[in-house]
């Protein structure tokens, strides 16, 4: 058995099982599934509708009018010496407010509804970042598995060169039963890798509302460089703290609010009425004098609440910044590894298992060394890979802090 022959078998077998999946199964790029979670998620369909009750707040604000005409009436006899008169009045009047209570409003609507587009955002931002961690896990799954396709091919070939070499005499019964103990945990390893990856795309079907078979197509490998400068530039734009700024914005209005009850309401109103056989047309004014109920609880309230809210958002920038820094630190560091893995311990992984390999074949080298030089071999591999994912969900998290990822 020959590393190359091995080689060509395992991605012929990989190619044979990838074709007909992907002609049932819907095939996933990252820029797809991202662009799915936008359009299609649930939560994020379910926070856009949100934005649009929030909506219904501005068309009342907007209303010039915040009360409607009223009509009142009467009606009467009246009777003097040797007369009986039938009397009744009829009065429609309208109140109006001051304008800085529309102004006030319509603030408090805008920001309520920019606080709603703002939530949108930051549920895109958690959604965007389950989604693409799924992706690459799934990613990671396909990746570990064409390894331990590979492992189990070279598994497979030294159970059947300590078979040969058994029935031959050269070794005991118990070399077999070791090699016979390698191929199974291979096999078991394989389907803990397929049993990962069913989870991963499991979370992934529900992210984007799928109800069917999906694949995933891409590699791990691809490590960009990460600037600070420009991660801490975008996290000012986070959807939480623009809900926050909004959310003082709301307040403060609350507070203007509650001040302009401090201004007289006014109305006018015009009346008809008809007495003893007289016509009367009189006009009115009236003014509801604020000396008691002067809007003082919204005003406490509103200031007490914006003083709150930017001290949470003094608060959360600071988190944030501290946030980002972290994860950016965090991603460099599993750059790193990754580099160190690429430098140092990955070139000759192939050649070494090839010489292994040949050595154990013609007798030099015991089954035991095989195996373990194997396994370290293996362990090196996969160590390599689960340094790429963690990298990868590492950017995600970096670029979903600095929210980048939107």
Same mark, same amino acid.
């Given at each position: 058995m020959r590393i190359g022959r091995c080689a060509v078998a395992v991605c012929a077998a990989v190619c044979s099982q990838v074709g007909p999946a992907s002609a049932q199964s819907r095939v996933l790029t990252l820029a797809e599934v991202l662009t799915r979670?936008? *359009?299609? #998620?649930? @939560?994020?369909? %379910?926070?856009?509708?949100?934005?649009e009750e929030t909506r219904g707040r501005l068309l009342g604000?907007?209303?010039?009018?915040? %009360?409607?005409?009223?009509?009142?009436?009467?009606?009467?006899?009246?009777?003097? &010496?040797? /007369?009986?008169?039938?009397?009744?009045?009829?009065?429609?009047?309208?109140?109006?407010?001051?304008?800085?209570?529309? %102004?006030?409003?319509?603030?408090?609507?805008?920001? #309520?509804?920019?606080? /709603?587009?703002?939530?949108?955002?930051?549920? &895109?931002?958690?959604?965007?970042? /389950?989604?693409?961690?799924?992706?690459?896990?799934?990613?990671?799954?396909? @990746?570990?598995? !064409?390894?331990?396709?590979?492992?189990?091919?070279l598994a497979v070939g030294v159970y059947s060169v300590?078979?040969?070499?058994?029935?031959?005499?050269?070794?005991?019964?118990?070399?077999?039963?070791?090699?016979?103990?390698?191929?199974?945990?291979?096999?078991?390893?394989? *389907?803990?890798?397929? %049993?990962?990856?069913?989870?991963?795309l499991g979370d992934l079907k529900a992210l984007l509302r799928l109800d069917e078979d999906v694949a995933v197509e891409g590699e791990l490998g691809r490590l960009p460089e990460a600037d600070l400068t420009a991660a801490f530039d975008a996290a000012?734009?986070?959807?939480?703290?623009?809900?926050?700024?909004?959310?003082?914005?709301?307040?403060?209005?609350?507070? !203007?609010?509650?001040?302009a009850y401090a201004k007289p309401d006014f109305g006018f109103g015009v009346r008809y009425s008809r007495e003893e056989g007289d016509q009367i047309v009189l006009g009115g004014m009236t003014v509801a004098l604020p000396l008691?109920?002067?809007?003082?609880?919204q005003s406490a309230v509103g200031a007490a609440r914006a003083a709150r809210l930017r001290a949470e958002l003094d608060a959360a920038r600071t988190r944030v910044r501290l946030e980002v820094r972290s994860a950016f630190e965090a991603?460099?560091?599993?750059?790193?590894?990754?580099?160190?893995?690429? &430098?140092?311990?990955?070139?000759?992984?192939? *050649?070494?298992?090839?010489?292994?390999?040949?050595?154990?074949?013609?007798?030099q080298l015991g089954l035991p060394e095989l195996l373990l030089i194997r396994r370290?071999?293996?362990? &090196? !591999?996969? @160590?390599?890979?689960?340094?790429?994912?963690?990298?990868?969900?590492?950017?995600?998290d970096l670029d979903a802090s600095a929210a980048i990822l939107r």
């Open positions: 979670a936008r *359009e299609q #998620a649930p @939560q994020i369909v %379910s926070a856009r509708l949100t934005v604000a907007t209303l010039r009018l915040q %009360s409607n005409p009223e009509i009142d009436g009467g009606v009467g006899t009246r009777q003097a &010496t040797g /007369s009986r008169f039938t009397d009744f009045e009829i009065g429609l009047s309208q109140r109006f407010e001051p304008p800085s209570r529309r %102004s006030a409003r319509i603030a408090g609507a805008n920001a #309520a509804i920019a606080q /709603s587009s703002a939530n949108v955002d930051e549920i &895109t931002r958690v959604v965007l970042r /389950s989604a693409a961690a799924a992706y690459y896990r799934a990613i990671h799954a396909n @990746q570990r598995i !064409r390894l331990l396709d590979a492992t189990q091919e300590a078979d040969r070499r058994f029935r031959a005499g050269d070794i005991a019964v118990l070399d077999v039963n070791i090699a016979r103990a390698s191929l199974a945990r291979v096999r078991a390893e394989r *389907e803990a890798a397929e %049993s990962a990856k069913a989870l991963a000012l734009q986070r959807p939480e703290l623009r809900a926050l700024e909004a959310a003082v914005q709301e307040a403060e209005a609350q507070a !203007r609010l509650g001040g008691f109920s002067k809007g003082q609880e991603y460099t560091r599993r750059v790193s590894a990754v580099r160190v893995l690429e &430098t140092e311990a990955i070139p000759g992984l192939d *050649e070494n298992e090839a010489l292994t390999t040949r050595s154990f074949e013609v007798g370290e071999i293996a362990d &090196t !591999r996969f @160590q390599y890979l689960d340094a790429l994912l963690e990298a990868a969900l590492a950017r995600i």
